[in-house]
């Protein structure tokens, strides 16, 4: 099946600091989203970016199908940020819906 | 509903008792999903749900699970004979429907998840 691995996997900022979550696949994919599960639990859709580049407000992801990476961008880091990133893809051909996640990357930003 | 519910929110159970976990997709969403999630692990793939039928039963563990959706509504995930290693959150999403690249339909939207700690 289709592996995914992200990087990287613990990571601590400051406040304030800028950071970059990278997210690698095996196969072509036509679906991939990036998640973010807060401290209490909850997953929350951050971006659905299978190509392309996507921003909302202090976030931006960058897919490039064609290398089978993706980025998510974190600027201006706030505590709120604190949790773990989720990275999900679905194979090109697949006959439907299943989602396969990497392992997260988890952020810890320190006041 | 407004978002994806999912109960019970927590079930401690004994070792080989049969546990049942439902999830009430969004309304008008034809995708359900059933995922695992072990302490400090990630999400590991159960099931999905096209309607009321299931493409890929390929994550479930072993025959001691199965699920079903009715209604192309809610979905019950039933695990038979507990064991401790089934201990986990389990988490369901649902989404409008599977689609080609150009669609946003396949954008998940996570319940909150049932804790299920077997003793």
């Known amino acids: 099946g289709i592996q995914v691995e992200q990087s990287p996997p613990d990571l601590i900022l400051q406040e304030g600091a800028n950071s970059t979550l990278r997210c690698n696949f095996s196969d072509s994919v036509n679906n991939l989203q990036w998640f973010h599960q807060n401290p209490w639990g909850q997953l929350i859709n951050l971006f659905y970016i299978p190509s392309g580049t996507k921003q909302n407000g202090r976030l931006s992801a960058t897919t490039v199908a064609t290398e089978r990476y993706s980025l998510l961008y974190i600027s201006s880091s706030q505590t709120t940020d604190s949790g773990v990133y989720f990275c999900?893809?679905?194979?090109?051909?697949?006959?439907?819906?299943?989602?396969?996640f990497g392992q997260g990357t988890e952020l810890s930003v320190k006041p | 509903g407004a978002g994806v519910s999912q109960s019970p929110s927590n079930k401690v159970t004994e070792k080989g008792k049969d546990v049942e976990l439902r999830c009430d997709p969004i309304?008008?969403?034809?995708?359900l999903y059933w995922y695992r999630q072990r302490l400090g692990q990630g999400l590991e793939f159960l099931i999905y749900f096209q309607g009321n039928s299931a493409p890929d039963k390929s994550g479930l563990p072993s025959d001691r699970f199965s699920a079903e959706r009715t209604g192309e509504s809610v979905s019950t995930l039933t695990i038979q004979r507990t064991q401790q290693e089934d201990s986990a959150v389990y988490l369901c999403a649902s989404s409008l429907g599977t689609g080609g690249v150009s669609s946003g339909a396949n954008v998940l939207t996570f319940g909150a998840g049932s804790r299920l700690t077997v003793l």
């Open positions: 999900a893809v679905e194979r090109i051909y697949n006959q439907g819906g299943k989602l396969i």
């Open positions: 309304s008008g969403h034809t995708a």
